[in-house]
């Protein structure tokens, strides 16, 4: 249920609209089915069970920030590691200033237009 929908409003909004056109939705997990002739005990299980779900990914959310804000704290965490070096990066940005094609300055040094776009934007490197 919490991989369909991404908070209980959505998930009613799906299972409403799927069931309207004739699909017939099956829950394995929570052993729940649901038809267009849903009952209100269906749709207080629904309600329940999809509550339930969004809280419980809103917990593993909240516990993903604390460790990566103590793995931060200890020096773990720092990201990702940068794509060029700095000497690389001036390189781009000459050849960008002398009018060299974009997509071809991003072919040369291996890295995506949008990793391209990134240095440029930065000033510092």
Known sequence: MDRLARNLDDLRRLVQSLTRRGVRIEFAK?????????????????????????????????????GIALAKQRGAYRGRKKALAPERVTELRTRVAAGEPKAVVARDLGISRETLYQYLKTRTV
């Not at 299980?45 to 990914?57: C, H, T, Y």
Request: aromatic content about 8%.
């Open 30 to 66: 929570e052993c729940l089915a649901f038809t267009g002739e849903d009952s209100p005990m269906a749709n207080l299980m629904l309600s329940v069970m999809g509550a339930f779900a969004e809280f419980e990914r809103a917990l593993i959310r909240e516990r993903q920030r604390e």
